[in-house]
Structures are given as C-alpha cells and as structure tokens.
C-alpha cells in the first residue's frame, strides 16, 4: 500500500521561504568555517573577467567534484599573475554562500601557481604579452647620440648608482648638464615613483638622452623594473633610454624595452658621452685628415682646369684655323668678282660729273657733258664731243 498519504498525518512545522531557507543555510556554513580562511588546490575552469567591475569569476575543480570561486577587484589587483584555465593553482579564502543561486562558494583573497612562483609566472606571461605587442623589437629602438649635452638620470638620489654615474660623466666630459629625477627604486611605491620621475625629465626641453638606473640587488629588489607601468612609460619616452639596473645575470623588463641595456651605471654613463679629450684628439686628426683631403682635391681640380685650359686653346685654335681658312675662300671669291679684276682687263668705268651716275649706254651723254672715267691704275675728266649709238 503507498504510504504517501502518511506525511498528511505529519505535525505540519515551520515553512520557510527559499530566502529563509537559504539564509538559514548560509548561517549555518559561515558560523562553522565561512570566518576562518581555508586553502583549496585544484585546476581553474570557466574563467572570466567581469570588465565593468574588475572581479574575476571560476570554478575550482579536481577529479571528483568543482566550487565556485569568485576573487574580487579588491584582491585580485594584488595578484601578478593572470590566471587562466587548466592552471593548478592552491587558493585561500572563505567559504561563503550566494543567496541569488543558492550556491556555496569561495571568495579567494590569494593565489598562487602550483609549482612555480606568482611573481615568476607574472613576469613570463608580461614577456609573452609585449612581446606580442612588438616592444621588444630592435626596429624601434633608436641609437643612443653620438655626443649627449644634457642627460636626465631616474635613480634614488641617495644610492651607489648616481655617485657612480657623476664620477664617470665628470671623467669623461666634464660640465655637462645631469639632471636627477629622484625616485625610489625598491618596494611597493617604487613602481609608481619611477613613472613619476620619468614623466618629469620628458618635460624638459633639449633632452638627448635618459639613463634608468639602479645599483644592483636581487630579483625582489630589482622587481619594480618588471611591471608593466615602468616599461610602458619607458616605450613613451621621446628620446633614447638606457636600463641600468646594476644586475649581469638577471633581465628586466625594463632592459627589455629600453633603448640600450647595460649591465652597470657606470657602464651607462661610459656610453652616454665620448671621452672628452679623446674626442679632441679625433677631431684634431678629422681636421687634419680634411686638410689633407682638401689640398689633393684642389691640387686635382687644378690640374683638371690646366688640361681643360689646354683643351680649350687647342680647340679656338683649330676654330680659328678653320675660320680662316673660310675667309680666305670667301676672301678669293669676293676678289674674282670684283671691279678693279674688270678694270684690269682694260676696261674702264665713266661716271657723269658732277652727279657720279655710272654711264652705261652713249646715249644718257650729250655734247659739253663733263665726265669722269676710272682706269685699274688712276681716272681722267673728260669732255663729250660727239656720241655714237
């Protein structure tokens, strides 16, 4: 016989709302472990990042069951690295109920990747993201100047680096401008601080050159020249940057991302100017060199004008040669077509006195006419007597 009608005779107790219920619930499981905070391993799943509010929303799951887990902007801006699915992670946290769904969850206040550091998983996937964006590119680092006249150094104003760097610029090229952007360059603020001070020398005027410099350390202490802050501002900068971070083993991010990475400040200030007396030296032998240079050049283009000066009078001469010999043709013709060749033939010219009007025929002259006739060797006046057609 069903024996369902048997909860009819049941004393009938208190009726909870879902709400109730719920919040009777997470009463329960808060008031025994929800305050103390609770380490969990297992593998991410379904990861994602609310945008609007910053928190990130997952679920942490092994081989036979999954939580939910939520870590809020308020924590996870703490965190280096990102994480992702299928990452085996250990999380703290307390344990809590969401009263919306009617599900129990962890809010996770840390992580950290099993079986690798935080930082170091934070600095590999920073790499790979820059890397991706092209910073790390030789294409677009731009060569430190040959002769810097104003250099802006970003150091802690107290520390090795910058005595380092005044003594070798001092060395090597005395009375330069150095301008210092103090600035903190270990500890949590040192990220911050170092922005800050770069951001001051890019308002300066006739800036060539900027060295980022700290006096060596270890991985913590060097840490702030691994956020991503420090190597975009670094990418903004609008004259070369050289990373000196005082450190041969250990890159920085910062050394990745700068114009030029050396191993020292010293090394940094070594590259930022020539040696002043040997560049004295070198522009002496320039001047030299260009001397020398200067009179073979004038001693060729001379020589060069001699043979040109000769080439030229060969060629008017042979001009001049053949030109008169054209006169001398011409000269020829216009002689057998002159006149006097007539006249000497034994003929004569007679010209009506006293207009000089050449006589051609007997008939322009009448008696008494007074004539002039040219001979080839002298003329004679005459008086007509008689004509004759």
């Known amino acids: 016989m069903n024996d369902y009608p048997s909860f009819l005779s049941l004393i009938r107790g208190e009726i909870y709302s879902v709400f109730e219920l719920t919040t009777r619930i997470k009463e329960i499981l808060e008031g025994e472990i929800g305050y103390d905070y609770v380490w969990v391993s297992g593998e991410i799943s379904n990861f994602r990042e609310a945008y609007a509010s910053g928190h990130w929303y997952f679920s942490l799951k ?66 790979e993201k820059l890397l991706a964006e092209g910073l790390f590119d030789q294409a677009r680092k731009r060569p430190i100047p040959f002769l810097s006249q104003k250099i802006g150094v970003v150091t802690s104003p107290s520390g090795a680096a910058i005595r380092d760097i005044l003594k070798v610029l001092d060395r090597r090229f005395p009375n330069l401008e150095i301008l210092i952007s103090p600035t903190r360059v270990q500890g949590e603020e040192a990220p911050a601080e170092i922005v800050k001070g770069l951001r001051r020398l890019y308002q300066i005027d006739g800036l060539d050159l900027i060295i980022l410099a700290r006096g060596g350390g270890s991985k913590e202490d060097l840490w702030a020249f691994n956020e991503e802050a420090v190597a975009r501002e670094i990418v903004k900068s609008p004259v070369p940057v050289i990373s000196a971070v005082g450190h041969e083993i250990d890159i920085t991010i910062s ?110 002259l009448q008696s008494g006419d007074k004539v002039l006739i040219r001979f080839y060797s002298g003329k004679a006046r005459c008086s007509v007597e008689d004509t004759e057609d």
């Open 62 to 127: 092994d081989d036979y069951s999954q939580i939910s887990a939520v870590c809020f902007k308020g924590s996870n801006q703490y965190i280096k690295f990102k994480p992702e699915n299928g990452m085996e992670v250990i999380c703290c946290g307390q344990i809590g109920v969401y009263e919306k769904q009617g599900i129990y969850q962890i809010n996770v206040r840390y992580i950290e990747p099993k079986g690798i550091g935080a930082q170091a998983l934070a600095l590999e996937q920073l790499k």
């Open 255 to 364: 050394d990745l991302v700068a114009d030029l990475r050396v191993a020292t400040p010293s090394m940094a200030a070594e590259i930022a100017v020539m040696e002043k007396d040997k560049l004295i030296q070198e522009l002496i032998g320039l001047n030299e060199r260009m001397a020398i240079a200067l009179r073979k050049l004038i001693e060729l283009r001379g020589k060069e004008v001699s043979q040109l000066q000769l080439d030229m009078t060969r060629a008017i001469r042979i001009k001049l040669d053949s030109a008169g010999l054209g006169l001398q043709a011409l000269s020829g013709k216009l002689d057998a077509l002159s006149p006097l060749k007539v006249l000497e033939r034994g003929y004569s010219i007679t010209q009506m006195l006293p207009s000089m009007r050449v006589i051609r025929e007997s008939k322009e």
